[in-house]
């Protein structure tokens, strides 16, 4: 059996895969075990498929899955994990930002027993302040808002033993939020600290609103919280507007006085219309959930690959 297999989804990475190749043979030799690397074309419109292709010649242990299109990070990395041969699985990023040279590391806690080895990050290099910002925002307020012990300051950079992927393949959700499925499972889990190195080539396609997408996709996959939200506001407005009607009311019988104001009067119709509006869309985004769930589509489809699933 493989004893190491590592999972990583490509889109338009040209210019950073010979540097990653041979970075990962420098560090997968010294381990002296069999691995395998598994390379997910991820509907690159770049030369990556052909760079992958003419890397197989030179660095035996990678294999490649080519797929029909652009179907996404998560579900690029389930395709990797679903052909994955190895007792242990990593999963990592593509662009250089996650450093092959601490998979070592992860092994050795694996080793010692842990099914989970999670890559913290310490130091985020070339990122903005909104970036770090919304990120360290994201994961505190999932750890409040969700029973999910999920760790701060980490990715989909992570070791799994064969036993977290079999209990992971079983979870059939369409929407694939892996890193907070991987801590909803449990296991015994432990970390590594690393620096986070900025992207050495090209630009990252993972966008403002991808970023968004996949924070909405863990929101809704592992809390009901804005649902509550939304009850919570409509309860408090229901309130306001009855405080605001017997208001009224009395001013009209006791104190023979009109409520007048045009100005007041659009801004109460805004505000309900807007609080209105957006528990349609918290309420909208569930219901967009059920409806990818039943349709049960692929999460992916492979149009050409070197390995056997």
């Given amino acids: 059996m493989t004893y190491l297999s590592v999972v990583i989804p490509i889109h338009n990475e040209e210019e950073n895969l010979p540097v990653l190749a041979s970075r990962l043979s420098e560090t997968l030799t010294s381990l002296n075990r069999t691995v395998e690397v598994i390379l997910v074309n991820d509907g690159s419109q770049d030369d990556s498929l052909n760079i992958i292709k003419s890397l197989q010649k030179e660095y035996p242990f990678i294999h490649y899955l080519s797929l029909s299109r652009n179907f996404g990070h998560q579900n690029a990395m389930c395709a990797g994990l679903d052909y994955a041969k190895g007792e242990l699985i990593v999963v990592m990023d593509g662009d250089l930002q996650d450093p092959p040279e601490v998979l070592p590391e992860m092994i050795s806690k694996a080793e010692l027993g842990f099914k989970v080895v999670y890559a913290k990050r310490r130091?985020?290099?070339?990122?903005?302040?909104?970036?770090?910002?919304?990120?360290?925002?994201?994961?505190?307020?999932?750890?409040?808002?969700?029973?999910?012990?999920?760790?701060?300051?980490?990715?989909?950079?992570?070791?799994?033993h064969r036993d977290v992927l079999k209990s992971l393949q079983a979870m059939g959700e369409y929407n694939k939020f892996l890193r907070g499925q991987i801590s909803w499972l449990g296991f015994s889990q432990t970390h590594i600290i690393f620096d986070r190195d900025g992207r050495k080539f090209g630009q990252t396609s993972y966008t403002i609103s991808k970023q968004f997408n996949l924070a909405m996709t863990g929101v809704t996959s592992f809390s009901n919280f804005p649902l509550k939200m939304v009850t919570y506001i409509g309860f408090i407005v229901s309130l306001i507007a009855m405080a605001l009607l017997i208001f009224a009311l009395i001013a009209n019988i006791v104190f023979h006085a009109t409520v007048s104001g045009w100005s007041s009067l659009m801004i109460a119709v805004s505000f309900l219309g807007g609080i209105q509006m957006l528990s349609l869309g918290i309420i909208g985004s569930y219901i967009s959930r059920i409806n990818e769930e039943v349709r049960k589509r692929p999460l992916y489809i492979v149009e050409e690959s070197s390995i056997q699933k």
């Fill in 123 to 160: 130091k985020r290099k070339n990122e903005g302040l909104f970036k770090k910002f919304a990120a360290s925002a994201f994961y505190r307020t999932m750890q409040r808002i969700t029973s999910l012990d999920m760790p701060l300051d980490t990715g989909d950079f992570r070791l799994i």
